[in-house]
């Protein structure tokens, strides 16, 4: 296992150079015109001599990691290379990130090569900084799996990363096979401070033995080359926390870990006559990894799957496009932020209504062209972010009622063509609206209604009289006003 913990401390701040002022008081006596001249002189030279050394000067950002990565394997035959940084400086490098042979094949012993205490600093150039190290298969016999997870930890303004092939899992062939692994360390805004803590990286090195997925149940589609996972089997499952995978092949009725059919979509489930049959419905399952390849998150699909916790970052699925009713429904152990990719363009009625524990700042993508009915009916985002949603036309029917923590301006866009009633009901405590449609959007009753402080709905100019007169929209004629 590697175990790459605990925190980093980046200071990174840098501070423009202090003005100088050359003052004469009133009424101070010059000596002469030659005098006062080269005090200005002498004044400018200094004030353009400190300029040039604060100019000069470039900051250095510096990475102090307490604890440690260290590998273990047992009943293993494998070599890791030494690291290499890239952008940066190692403190007592000749001591630290050296390469280690593991020869615990034989008699099963546990060996543990650690590296310790690293201090690294970024170079001048303010690059991302990496460290590349490489696992190799001494084994003439059996292929290893190296699995790698991230914890990115608590982060401010800086990240932390593994690159590693498309899956979570890596299978390392036997006789010398390698897999590189690459830890980035960036800061998003290099003007600012930065920090990352209680991040940890895994890699498990065990004997590699084909994965079993007797819990899921797949369906060939009609293209022949992707599958849908249709079914779960909870009993079937050695854990809680599930990943699904990008690929799968089928052997002797059995799907298996393999490379024969991308897995594009999770399937639709049924809610009619009070029966669901969603694929994880109700499920005890606490925690869910999604793969790049899924295109479509079907209904009901993790509806009222209550021991879902921590954060939902459907961020990695970079080829999704719709996320299907009740998707999410009910999933009230969910905490922190909801995360949802660009490409997205439709989220289906009440796909994330009840899930209590939202918070932070929602975006929804640029992509996004419609917000089903109730989608976000309860959840506690502090802020809402529509202004990126340049293809957004319509929004549902109570969609974001009683998100009574929402504190920033709404932003409504100007491609909205259709707002439903109470779309904003009890959305407490912003207090202006901004509507950048020429045309007034259609709306429902009580869109606006129970917003406590709402004080004023800005339009464009010229369409000021339209929205005092049109329907729903007269009943907020007198804060109706023209955006500035």
């Known amino acids: 296992m590697i175990n790459f913990f605990k925190i980093i401390e980046i200071p990174y701040k840098m501070t423009s150079p202090s003005r100088q002022r050359l003052k004469i008081n009133k009424g101070e006596k010059i000596m002469s015109t030659k005098v006062k001249l080269a005090s200005l002189i002498s004044a400018f030279v200094l004030v353009l001599a400190i300029m040039m050394v604060a100019v000069m000067a470039v900051p ?5 990691i307490g604890g440690n990565i260290s590998f273990t394997a047992t009943d293993l035959q494998v070599t890791i290379s030494q690291g290499v940084l890239v952008n940066g400086t190692v403190e007592d490098s000749a001591n630290k990130m050296q390469g280690v042979k593991i020869d615990a094949y034989n008699d099963g012993a546990e060996e543990l090569a650690t590296w ?7 170079d001048e150039s303010g690059q991302d900084m990496t460290i590349t190290f490489t696992i190799t298969n001494n084994s003439k016999v059996d292929d290893i799996r190296a699995t790698v997870t991230v914890d990115q930890g608590t982060t401010d303004n800086a990240t932390v990363s593994v690159t590693t092939p498309s899956s979570s899992s890596v299978r390392i062939p036997a006789n010398d096979g390698s897999q590189q692994f690459v830890v980035t360390f960036h800061i998003n805004n290099r003007n600012d401070s930065a920090s990352i803590e209680n991040f940890e990286i895994n890699i498990d090195l065990e004997k590699y033995e084909s994965q079993v997925y007797d819990y899921f149940d797949f369906e060939v589609n009609s293209d022949g080359s992707s599958v849908t996972l249709t079914s779960f089997d909870e009993d079937l499952a050695d854990t809680t926390d599930i990943e699904i995978p990008a690929t799968v092949s089928l052997e002797d009725g059995t799907w298996v870990e393999g490379n024969s059919f991308i897995v594009t979509a999770i399937a639709d489930g049924l809610s009619e006559g009070g029966e669901y049959t969603g694929v994880f419905y109700n499920s005890g399952i606490t925690s869910i990894k999604f793969p790049s390849t899924l295109t479509s998150i079907g209904n009901c699909a993790f509806q009222e799957c209550h021991n879902l916790i921590g954060s939902l970052d459907l961020s990695n699925c970079i080829n999704l ?55 976000f009916n309860g959840c506690q985002f502090i802020d809402l972010n529509l202004s990126n949603c340049t293809n957004l036309t319509s929004i549902g029917q109570y969609a974001f009622q009683n998100i009574n923590t929402m504190k920033d301006d709404l932003i409504i866009p100007e491609g909205v063509t259709s707002i439903g009633d109470g779309a904003f009901y009890e959305c407490g405590l912003f207090n202006s609206v901004i509507v950048n449609c020429t045309t007034p959007p259609t709306i429902g009753a009580d869109v606006f209604d129970n917003t406590i402080i709402l004080t004023n709905i800005y339009v464009p100019a010229e369409s000021v009289d339209l929205y005092k007169s049109a329907s729903g929209w007269s009943t907020y004629a007198n804060i109706i006003t023209a955006i500035v």
């Open 60 to 64: 250095t950002v510096t990475l102090n």
């Open 321 to 375: 496009t719709n996320i299907g009713y009740l998707a999410f429904f009910f999933c009230d152990g969910l905490t922190g932020e909801l995360r949802i990719p660009e490409g997205v363009t439709s989220i289906g009625y009440q796909a994330f209504e009840y899930c209590f524990g939202f918070t932070g700042t929602l975006t929804l993508p640029s992509t996004l062209i419609s917000i089903g009915n109730y989608v």
């Open 116 to 122: 310790t205490n690293l201090e690294l600093t970024f």
